[in-house]
């Protein structure tokens, strides 16, 4: 018999025992109370908890990320002595004539102002935001996989020791090279903080609420509150010690927490899934002596699950986010998709400056921008069934790529002023969509057994957009419109290749397994 027929007769035979565990799976389910783990998440007192643990990180997160906004924020020479000058060029004219001292005006004793890197040395503190966000690129790759295999809580609690204590040394650093050294390390659990959190709390939340959830809490409203914590700082080295001190918070609540339930069964931990879940039962006051064999249903079916997949191996890695021609469409979708916005979105935030009015407002106004369009998504989602998670990204896209062009024509033209900061509101606010909708509908996409794995790759590869968005406006040097183009073409690819590969998520179950081996690309063949 060729090896042709033979594949085929084995793919046969693996579907007939796929349609037989599907009628297993049907008899459990339609004996328990509970379908899912999902049924079992309710939003009560031990979800509260969750979500002020994810409010606590989620806000050391972004300022951990952000705070370059500021601590690299360009002060603009306007004397050199007692001489006024008009521009780095009048000031070089006059340094090299005198050899005279520089006077700035900032708003944030930035590192450029504290080392004196200004006018073209101050490119060199904006080129180490590349290398600090490369080490936040390399810690959402390991703890991606360290959450997986070890835990999303355990991932959380490094993260948050590593930040802490790394963001405490940096406020010390004597020179541009160790604070790049520091931040950079510091980045790495940065990293971790950023993937895990997010899944940890969807793990940990109901369905039915995850879009507000997230919209609530998310970087949007701490990007109000971190301009005014930087303002009460008012220089880098302090600004970091607040930034370690709330990572020691984020340890704290974490202290509060458990594993996540869905993450110890899918790793066959079924007893102490059942311990953990039969405590948050009790701390949410909900449980009943009928609940512990509804449970064990629930699990009864997991276990089965389990023994359909029948993985050799539990242990995972990236190349499994490829292992069907669907999830490679799908992945490379969500991977360019998150490179474009994440690289728009720094890109403006990095050159803030460029900005007229005060830092700490135009940040201000930008997160609360970004927060009035998450509310308003939120209570869309909510109450219209019909309101999903990819119109949420086509109408996000439109937006920004509408904004950006508005933007690039205006300064084409020798416009600006008003409109470059409404435009720029205007595209950070909806970018702000944009990553909550596909971080989300990654969670929703992709089996837990690589649910963090597919977050985490995500997460990485879109600090591949932030590591190379502070250059952007060097372009600027040849005309001032260019960056606002180069923005308008990020966003329309990443337009094209969502509108062709992504279905709608909302309101799906979660599953816990990948498709057999025999429907992979990989998969095992005679």
Not at 151 to 159: E, F
């Amino acid at each position: 018999m060729s090896s042709k027929s033979s594949t085929s007769s084995e793919e046969d035979e693996n579907f007939i025992k796929d349609v037989e565990d599907q009628k297993v799976l049907e008899v459990l389910t339609s004996h328990s109370k509970f379908k899912s783990l999902d049924d079992l998440v309710e939003l009560r007192w031990y979800c509260m908890l969750v979500l002020i643990m994810a409010e606590i990180t989620a806000f050391t997160a972004l300022a951990s990320v952000m705070v370059m906004v500021f601590a690299g924020a360009n002060p603009t020479v306007v004397g050199c002595d007692n001489t006024v000058v008009n521009g780095c060029h009048e000031y070089y004219s006059l340094k090299n004539r005198s050899g005279c001292t520089p006077v700035l005006e900032y708003q944030f004793e930035s590192v450029q102002v504290e080392f004196n890197y200004i006018c073209d040395d101050a490119k060199k503190v904006k080129n180490t935001i590349t290398i600090q966000t490369f080490g936040v690129l390399v810690g959402a790759a390991i703890f991606g996989q360290v959450s997986d295999n070890f835990g999303r809580r355990k991932a959380l609690i490094i993260s948050c020791i590593g930040n802490a204590i790394f963001n405490l040394i940096s406020s010390y650093s004597p020179s541009l090279f160790y604070f790049m050294l520091w931040r950079t390390v510091s980045g790495i659990f940065a990293g971790g903080l950023t993937v895990v959190q997010m899944v940890y709390m969807v793990e940990n939340i109901p369905r039915h609420h995850r879009m507000w959830i997230q919209n609530s809490i998310t970087w949007s409203p701490n990007l109000i509150i971190f301009p005014y914590i930087a303002y009460l700082a008012q220089n880098w080295r302090t600004l970091s010690v607040v930034i370690s001190a709330t990572s020691v918070l984020s340890f704290l609540a974490l202290m509060l927490l458990e594993e996540s339930p869905r993450w110890l069964v899918q790793k066959g931990k079924l007893e102490e899934a059942r311990r953990l879940l039969i405590k948050i039962r009790k701390t949410d006051g909900l449980y009943t002596s009928d609940f512990e064999k509804d449970l064990d249903e629930v699990l009864k079916i997991e276990a089965e699950k389990q023994v359909i997949s029948s993985k050799k191996s539990k242990k995972y890695t990236f190349i499994h986010l490829f292992c069907t021609w669907k999830m490679i469409a799908q992945t490379m979708t969500f991977i360019v998709g998150i490179i474009c916005t994440n690289f728009i979105v720094y890109a403006l935030l990095y050159n803030m400056e460029k900005l007229s009015g005060s830092l700490y407002w135009n940040s201000a106004i930008i997160g609360a921008a970004r927060w009035v369009v998450n509310i308003v998504v939120s209570i869309a989602d909510y109450q219209l069934p019909w309101f999903g998670r990819r119109l949420i990204n086509h109408i996000s896209m439109i937006f920004t790529l509408a904004s950006l062009a508005i933007v690039a024509g205006y300064v084409y033209i020798g416009n600006g002023g008003y409109v470059v900061a409404i435009g720029t509101t205007v595209a950070l606010a909806m970018c702000s969509q944009l990553f909550i909708a596909k971080y989300l509908m990654v969670n929703e996409l992709y089996p837990t057994a690589v649910r963090n794995l597919a977050v985490s790759a995500v997460s990485t590869m879109s600090r591949v957009g932030g590591m190379f968005s502070p250059q952007l406006f060097y372009l600027s040097d040849i005309a001032e419109w260019i960056p606002y183009a180069v923005l308008v073409g990020f966003q329309l690819v990443d337009l094209v290749l969502f509108c062709i590969t992504i279905p709608e998520t909302k309101g799906v179950h979660l599953e816990n397994h990948l498709p057999p081996e025999h429907k992979r690309i990989f998969g095992k063949r005679s």
